[in-house]
């Protein structure tokens, strides 16, 4: 088995866990506290859950960007509700943490995500230029900024906090590119001194750390994207652009 058939397997695993294992158990767990009370009305949630993940599952299986918020509203929902339905029993002690108890099922499920995302992820390989997947890395440095390549075309994502009357809202302002616009992608190494100007306006400040860096030049923008498998992804959406060219010439 090649490492890229090893790394998808395993991450496959895993998001079939996250997105369907964890609401079949709530669904049993639920069942079995419902058995105690005679009221299987509760069942309806798990049930949904598991619903919700079935199709998100189909749509999101090949993009890791999406597990880890996956795996923290299976989590969070599962144990919150699963303890707060312990009410029900002689002992329902449970019941009273269960915000606490959903929290913590949250930390794990993201862990959960997290753990498959590095399996497919970490280290970078060329190979992963041939999955299927939509492929992320974060920004060294820049931990708002997420460079995403799929099958036709590459983008960057800034993650955005705005303030308004209702708190802190948390947006994502995307800049893509079709791979055909792309015009050159060169890996280097930065010295942690330059000043790096990008395109459009951030809210975050960008900033120069000593490392590899990838150079990506598409529309007549250029974008410096500081990053330690900046050689490796340089091959990856070298090699996604001579597919789509090649696609299309043929």
Known sequence: MSSLEARHRQAQLVVTIVYLGIPLVFLGLTLWISAEADNWQAALIPLALLAAGWWRRGKSRFKPANWRWAGLTMGGVTAMFTSFYTIVLDSASLALWFLPIGVGGAIIGAALAGY??????????????????????RMRGLTRLRLSIGADQVALHELMVAQSAEGGQTTERDKRYPLTAVTGVHAVELSGHERLKYPVPMKLAPASSPGPALILQAQGEDWVLPHDDAPVITEILNRRIATVRSGKSS
Request: aromatic share 14%; proline share 14%.
């Open 116 to 137: 498959g995302f590095r399996q497919l992820m970490s280290p970078a390989i060329p190979e992963l230029a041939e999955s299927p997947y939509e492929l992320s890395f």
